[in-house]
């Protein structure tokens, strides 16, 4: 038999680690091996080799001058190795087949992360891409081919050309602040108590902007001129919990931080922004296999949701 063919992987792997720490047991320790089994490992490698590879040096070991010879071969045969089991590994992420999900905030932190949980339970192996953004940029954008489905509020009619929604659940904008403001506990809300703190709304690009400025209207409130527009998760938290702002923004945003006490709904009807969240797709287009399986979590995910949230009243 030739020495390459008893010579393996394994070898060489436990031969440089213990090159490297000049330690029997700390190399075990670094490969997650027993000292028994790093040393019967490199009894083999001697006995494959036919020559020794380690003396005894003091309470220590060293290399012997065959080790010393052995050890570059070693090393750069063991790097080539490693290298290509990286190549291969790179190419087999890149022929994943990718799926690119463009989703609302109203969504990003909700049901989407639950989504993808159930996605890879289900032991798919497709890559998922996620961009989040405005409304009109991810229609854009899907109607583009650039993303594959859309996640989020049903928008306008003249923004579906050439697009498909299917609703998964209904959902309401509320106006919150931070556990502990001078609003939380109040049973009504007037025009001064609005002027009175800092506000973000969405903006002109969001999809809830028309449903927030209805609200206001609706309940003879003004809408500060000043206030901040964004829809930022981030930027809301920060501003409602350090600087004292009212957030209007999708309750799908908050849920989590009004169930846990550290954001607070005001005392104001809602009902008239009530409105359906579903899936934009391209019309016409077949969904791919690992496409229909994230939409199949996506449907799982929101059926259950829609059965946790109470009705519009």
Known sequence: MKVSDRLKLRHLEVFVEVARQKSVGRAGERLALTQPAVSRTLRELEQVLGKPLLEREGRGIRLSPFGEMFLGHAGASLAAARNGLEALTRIDRAERPLVRIGALPTVSGSVLPGAVARFRAAGRVGRLRISTGENEQLLDRLRAGNLDLVVGRLPPPERMVALSFEPLYREEVVVVVAAGHPLANRARITAEDIGAHPMLMPGPGSIIRPFAERLFVEHGLPIPPDAVETVSA????????????????????????????????????????????????????????????????????????????PPPA
């Open 234 to 309: 981030g930027i809301g938290r920060g501003m409602t919990r350090d600087h004292g702002a009212l957030w209007v923004i999708s309750r799908g945003v908050v849920e989590d931080d009004l169930a846990a006490g550290r954001l607070v709904a005001l005392p104001i009807d809602t009902r008239s922004t009530w409105g359906a969240v579903g899936l934009c797709l391209r019309t016409g287009r077949e969904l791919s296999t690992e496409e229909a399986a994230l939409v199949t979590a996506l449907r799982e995910v929101c059926a259950d949701r829609q059965a946790r949230l």
